[in-house]
């Protein structure tokens, strides 16, 4: 059973509609002093290699609950072939605006070519009741139009994908200091206690039994070794020194050998030697991140005898897989409360995943062990391929 967790943080239909930004006011004055436009529409091709567009922005507010998608038709794939703005005066010239609810009865048709962050391309349209409404407009001014809508959608997007990017930040942290507070109060501070009560113990001992102090100071003094042993494995994860001065993959070993001696857990790390050259270090402390969150995952809940970990680099893109032989889980009742929270170790991982631009794959069943997969473009100019 697979599910798959897509980076969509820089989907432009996402942030526009799940933003309480007035983009609406601010593109219908750009039109309104170029134009006087009545109706817009933004669509936006899904790939490249896909002819589906949809529809990531428009002038009617029904739209917005809407997963509307429209077939490329003879009007987009001329607007986008020529990269240059069109007018339509006859509908029957305009197939897409059937497609559209409002637009069925407008008269003339304006279609700006649109460039957008992530590549991505669409058609900018802007209707009229008017027969004949552009016909008048020069192209200079068409161009105008075109460069204006552009910049401020790209600049609209770009603060949006800052505010979600912030939002997530926070989130982690705040998760983080719960997690750290969680390991904190069930693992060295009821050590310290059990030491406090232990103490006095052998306080009253030394009197009644001062045979057995001995034995008893020898428990206390396992335990608080104990003790030292998991601060330092908290303080190795909230912040691990050594992936700021020697790079994710050394980092990552030391993680695999500490797992090891404190947890009595085989981990099988395989990273190539190259790759801390192809990613940069916020990369690296997020994929870091990832593959301590699903090694702690397996540890606690998967009884899995062993994991594994590959990371390295495969054509253009960045590669993590993390496997384990445990029990599995069930994926229906684990993201049941996905979006609530309800499992912080996967909402973590997915988030820091979509701070990075990669696309997190968790593949599990009940009994058959649990696959997570992580894949990252690479930006890096230094590419060697494989």
């Known amino acids: 059973m697979e599910h798959k967790v897509e980076n969509t943080s820089d989907n432009p239909r996402t942030l526009l509609f799940n933003s309480e930004f007035d983009y609406r006011s601010l593109v219908q004055s750009i039109l309104q002093s170029q134009h006087a436009a009545e109706d817009f529409a933004l669509l936006l091709r899904a790939n490249n290699a896909d002819d589906t ?5 428009s002038s009617n507010t029904k739209h917005d609950a809407d997963q509307i998608s429209v077939r490329e038709t003879s009007d987009l794939t001329e607007c ?12 029957l010239h305009a197939p897409a605006l059937t497609a559209i609810a409002g637009f069925e009865n407008a008269q003339s048709a304006l279609y700006l070519p649109i460039d957008l962050p992530s590549r991505q391309v669409g058609v900018f ?3 009229s009741d008017t027969p004949h409404h552009f016909t008048k407009t020069d192209g ?10 552009t910049l401020t959608l790209q600049n609209v997007l770009l603060g949006l994908q800052i505010e979600k990017e912030r939002a997530i930040i926070l989130n982690i942290a705040e998760d983080t200091r719960k997690k750290l507070a969680r390991n904190l109060h069930d693992g060295p501070i009821q050590n310290v206690s059990a030491i406090a009560l232990q103490t006095n113990y052998v ?34 994860t909230v912040r691990p020194l050594v992936l700021e001065n020697q790079g994710l993959r050394v980092a990552l070993y030391q993680l695999a050998e500490k797992i090891q001696t404190n947890y009595h857990q ?7 030697e190259h790759i801390d050259n192809l990613l940069t270090e916020h990369e690296q402390t997020m994929i870091f991140y990832i593959v301590e969150e699903a090694i702690n995952n397996a ?8 994991i594994s970990v590959e990371i390295g680099q495969r054509n253009k893109f960045i590669y993590a897989d993390i496997v384990d032989n445990g029990v599995g889980f069930n994926k229906d009742a684990v993201y049941a409360n996905y979006d609530q929270r309800g499992s912080l170790g996967m909402v973590n991982m997915r988030e ?30 230094s590419i060697e391929e494989s």
């Not at 567009?53 to 922005?57: I, R, V």
């Not at 986008?80 to 509908?91: A, G, M, S």
């Not at 200079?140 to 809508?149: E, K």
């Not at 990075?356 to 794959?361: C, K, P, Q």
């Open 140 to 149: 200079g001014q068409l161009r105008t139009t075109q460069l204006l809508l």
């Open 266 to 272: 085989p981990v099988n790390m395989q990273i190539q």
């Open 352 to 381: 820091r995943a979509e701070l990075i631009n990669a696309t997190l794959t968790v593949e599990t069943s009940e009994g058959k062990g649990t696959h997570i997969s992580l894949r990252l473009p690479v930006a890096r100019e």
């Open 80 to 91: 986008l072939e020529q990269n240059t703005p069109k007018i339509h005066d006859i509908v």
């Open 125 to 127: 349209i802007c209707t």
């Open 203 to 236: 306080m009253r001992l030394l009197q009644r039994n001062p045979q057995v102090v001995p034995d008893e100071l020898r428990q206390i003094e396992n335990l608080a070794r104990k003790t030292i042993v998991e601060i330092r494995q908290l303080l190795f």
């Open 53 to 57: 567009f949809y529809l990531a922005l």
């Open 299 to 306: 540890r606690k809940h998967a009884q899995a005898a062993l």
